[in-house]
């Protein structure tokens, strides 16, 4: 199933072997991704392709200085028809979710993710709700241009598995993107190739992995 996973984003992404496994290593092990590289590398279309991947619900924000928690998490509004009120469930509350260049947000809304990706759940005027299953956070940012930008608290780095960079694109494989659109060439439409309930039965297998005693101690130290 990973081997398929790879496959379909490789439709779309041109190389990069050792980025898309990571992520999807991460993918597997219950793991959030930060993807940072330069302008243009590919990191939101990586996102996207994974994301497309799985038959999961997906959401993206285009994180900006001006984003509210509310605009991630939700917010509870008064009905008027039924004179009470209602919680409408923010992007946060689906399976895949892309925070496009999150470092462009204000450290409070930044924070917003912290219980998500952490506690898989979200808290919203004192009230506590779990998030769907899986849930995975993708985010990435530019770690170059930083103006007007907020650097990731460690607290927030931390909730983070892996730091993926894409890097530029070899000649050979910068080749194939030039012929690609000297072609009119058109990205292929990603279909996803596993569903939830298959995302999940591969993570449990990640549970199952013997670690030798040897291994186990060395970590310790």
């Given at each position: 199933?990973?081997?398929?996973?790879?496959?379909?984003?490789?439709r779309?992404?041109?190389?990069?072997?050792?980025?898309?496994?990571?992520a999807?290593?991460?993918?597997?092990?219950r793991?959030?991704?930060?993807?940072?590289?330069?302008?243009?590398?590919?990191?939101?279309?990586l996102?996207?392709?994974?994301?497309?991947?799985?038959?999961?619900t997906?959401?993206?924000?285009q994180?900006?200085?001006?984003?509210?928690?509310?605009?991630?998490?939700?917010?509870?509004?008064y009905?008027?028809?039924?004179?009470d009120?209602?919680?409408?469930?923010?992007?946060?509350?689906s399976?895949?979710l892309?925070?496009?260049?999150?470092?462009?947000?204000?450290?409070?809304?930044?924070?917003?993710?912290?219980e998500?990706?952490?506690?898989?759940?979200?808290?919203?005027?004192?009230e506590?709700?779990?998030?769907?299953?899986?849930?995975?956070?993708?985010?990435?940012?530019?770690?170059i241009?930083?103006?007007?930008?907020?650097?990731?608290?460690?607290?927030?780095?931390?909730?983070?598995?892996?730091?993926?960079?894409?890097?530029?694109?070899?000649?050979?494989?910068?080749?194939?993107?030039?012929?690609?659109?000297?072609?009119?060439?058109?990205p292929?439409?990603?279909?996803?190739?596993?569903?939830?309930?298959?995302?999940?039965?591969m993570?449990?297998?990640?549970?199952?992995?013997?670690?030798?005693d040897?291994?186990r101690?060395?970590t310790?130290?």
């Amino acid at each position: 199933m990973a081997t398929r996973i790879r496959e379909n984003v490789q439709r779309v992404i041109v190389g990069k072997d050792e980025p898309i496994n990571l992520a999807i290593i991460a993918l597997l092990c219950r793991g959030h991704i930060l993807v940072e590289d330069a302008p243009g590398i590919g990191k939101t279309t990586l996102a996207k392709a994974l994301a497309q991947s799985l038959q999961c619900t997906f959401k993206r924000i285009q994180f900006t200085p001006d984003l509210m928690p509310t605009d991630v998490l939700g917010v509870n509004f008064y009905n008027q028809r039924t004179g009470d009120f209602q919680f409408r469930g923010g992007p946060i509350f689906s399976q895949m979710l892309l925070a496009d260049e999150i470092n462009r947000a204000t450290p409070r809304t930044q924070s917003s993710l912290l219980e998500a990706m952490q506690e898989r759940q979200a808290t919203v005027d004192g009230e506590t709700r779990p998030l769907p299953e899986p849930f995975l956070v993708m985010a990435t940012q530019n770690p170059i241009e930083m103006e007007g930008t907020f650097p990731l608290p460690e607290a927030q780095l931390d909730r983070f598995m892996l730091r993926i960079r894409l890097g530029y694109p070899t000649p050979e494989e910068e080749s194939d993107i030039l012929l690609r659109f000297e072609r009119d060439f058109e990205p292929p439409e990603i279909d996803a190739v596993i569903d939830a309930a298959e995302l999940s039965e591969m993570q449990a297998l990640v549970n199952q992995v013997l670690v030798d005693d040897a291994v186990r101690m060395y970590t310790s130290f």
